[in-house]
């Protein structure tokens, strides 16, 4: 039987290999490898190697969760991949189970991660999140009055600023922080066409709220929003009154429902036009996922 030898990620080493991972299990673009270095770097990261070669790759990252009002250390494990030659060696099974454990050394008293299917990670003792909204809408049906002003550009220069923002929104039962700053620049360049629209308080330093988006097409849409960074309920009104300034032009905005949110409340007829756009390039919908 052929050795295998689990150790922790060297970048020098074993960079090109976890590439090719990923690319097996289609999670990774061309082009987008330097982007996935950047997410590597804010992880900790252990491979199995197998002929000299890792084939099998485990990702953890730390932060909190929010239980109640109660904010818990917390640790996500961002990735589990076995390479083409190294399937059913029990890999994932043993090697995520250890980084669990190692977390929990650590500190973090909550583990999570988004699923393939059910089946195997209930092994594990995980169990299905809740359900998310994905909602798809026509910027023109959304009905807000609210005045917005004119936002500031944000790019991936601005990372550390939207990380800091997003750790300071408003957040509920069950959402997750992580601390590394890189997860969030890695999470802006994975999309494509992306750009951020937010706003600053008085002085000019601090990022209060904004959006992140993705654009499959920059004249007519869709655009996918990644995040929406808000404190407070006027924030978040004049979020989705910047959004609706795109009625002009783009056709459709996808995004996960806010926590506490129902996004059909803020539309003007959102089953005639769910109706209407069915199957189409520009459907209005309300679909859900778990993961």
Known sequence: MQNIIVRPYD????????????????????????????FLSACEATVAEINENAEFLVLTS?????????????????????????????????????AIAKSAENGSVLSGLGI???????????????????????P????????????????????KLIHKSRLERKTSHGQVNFFDPKITKAEMEWVHNGFGLGY???????????IWFSARNNETGPFWISWMSYQNREQFLELLALIK???????????????????????????????????????????????
Do not use: C
């Open 11 to 38: 970048k020098e080493k074993d960079k090109n290999a976890v590439h090719r991972i990923w690319k097996e299990v289609g999670w990774l673009e061309k082009g987008k490898e330097k982007v996935m270095d950047t």
């Open 62 to 98: 730390s932060g909190t969760i929010q239980y109640q009002e109660e904010k818990l250390p917390f640790s996500g494990v961002m990735g589990v991949t076995t390479s083409r030659i190294a399937r059913k060696r029990g890999l994932a099974t043993k090697i995520t189970a250890e």
């Open 116 to 138: 393939f299917e059910q089946g195997f990670y209930n092994k594990l003792g995980y169990g299905s999140g809740g359900y998310e909204h994905i909602v798809s809408f026509d």
């Open 140 to 159: 023109a049906e959304l009905k807000i009055t609210s005045s917005f002003r004119i936002p500031k550009r944000l790019t991936l220069k601005d990372w």
């Open 200 to 210: 600053f308080d008085e002085t000019g330093k601090k990022l209060t709220h904004h």
């Open 245 to 291: 300034s795109f009625n002009d032009q783009v056709r459709l905005i996808s995004m996960v429902e806010p926590p506490f949110i129902q996004m059909q409340d803020f539309l003007k007829q959102p089953f005639r036009f769910q109706q209407i756009t069915e199957k189409s390039k520009f459907e209005n919908s309300t679909k859900n996922f778990r993961f």
